[in-house]
């Protein structure tokens, strides 16, 4: 919105016009911007979920409470696929439900081997879905949002430039609010580029969860490949939280 401070309005020419366009112009770049990533934070909540949920089923001791922490964790993961599936058009598999069955499946005794046999079987239903979330993650922050943050820095700049030429000079006040925004955006693309490397890493730790388990590793090593998806996670969100 800067370059429209530059503007010069005159009765009868087409300034305004102009005007208006770079205003309509500058929302619909920030309504794109929002809907990338909101989907990329919306990937993000059914990753952490799914974290969640991994986390439970390595538990020492079965108990009703975990039972209840399944079956809530699991309607909750479901029913943020459903939204993701049904907002972008996705036909992502409900996993969630499948969480509390294991737990139950477990048999009260939640035998460590029976437990190894279940978790190994719900990776393994979920993988397919990780390998595609964290792929869609990259993609809106990669085609979309990168980009965006990059096209809106230039346009700041120049259009710094241009309203500081037309006012020949600035209050501090504007020149804080401008200093403001960048450094905004220059956190902003060290955080894409954080989260798209927690996206990867996501990815590879699940990866590395799905060997662990067809190994029949110990499950202490299990736990910590699961405690790095929940770190990641938390790691990538940070994005969204900067524009909020």
Same mark, same amino acid.
């Given at each position: 919105l800067l370059a429209v401070t530059g503007y010069t309005f005159r009765p009868g020419d087409e300034t305004a016009a102009w005007a208006l366009k770079d205003m309509k112009s500058a929302r619909q770049r920030h309504r794109e911007f929002n809907e990338a990533a909101n989907q990329a934070d919306e990937a993000l909540e059914i990753l952490n979920l799914y974290a969640s949920a991994l986390t439970i089923l390595t538990s020492d001791d079965f108990n009703t409470s975990l039972d209840e922490s399944a079956t809530a964790v699991g309607k909750s993961l479901d029913k943020a696929i459903a939204a993701y599936n049904d907002s972008y058009q996705k036909d992502f598999s409900l996993i969630g439900s499948a969480a509390a069955q294991i737990v139950r499946g477990a048999g009260g005794v939640y035998l460590r081997y029976k437990q190894t046999v279940l978790l190994k079987e719900y990776v393994g239903l979920a993988d397919p879905l990780i390998g595609a979330l964290t792929k869609d993650v990259e993609d809106m922050i990669q085609d979309k949002i990168s980009p965006n943050l990059k096209n809106l820095m230039t346009r700041v700049e120049r259009e710094f430039i241009n309203s500081a030429n037309h006012h020949g000079r600035l209050d501090l006040g504007t020149v804080v609010r401008i200093n403001q925004i960048f450094y905004r955006l220059e956190g902003a693309e060290s955080?894409? *580029?954080?989260?798209?490397?927690? $996206?990867?890493?996501?990815?590879? &730790?699940?990866?590395?969860? @799905?060997?662990?388990?067809?190994?029949?590793?110990?499950?202490?090593?299990?736990? *910590?490949?699961?405690?790095?998806? $929940?770190?990641?996670?938390?790691? &990538?969100?940070?994005?969204? @939280?900067?524009?909020?």
């Open positions: 955080l894409a *580029e954080a989260a798209v490397s927690s $996206a990867k890493r996501y990815r590879e &730790a699940h990866r590395a969860l @799905k060997e662990a388990l067809s190994k029949k590793q110990d499950l202490k090593g299990v736990i *910590e490949q699961i405690t790095v998806l $929940a770190d990641e996670v938390k790691a &990538a969100r940070k994005l969204k @939280k900067n524009f909020e």
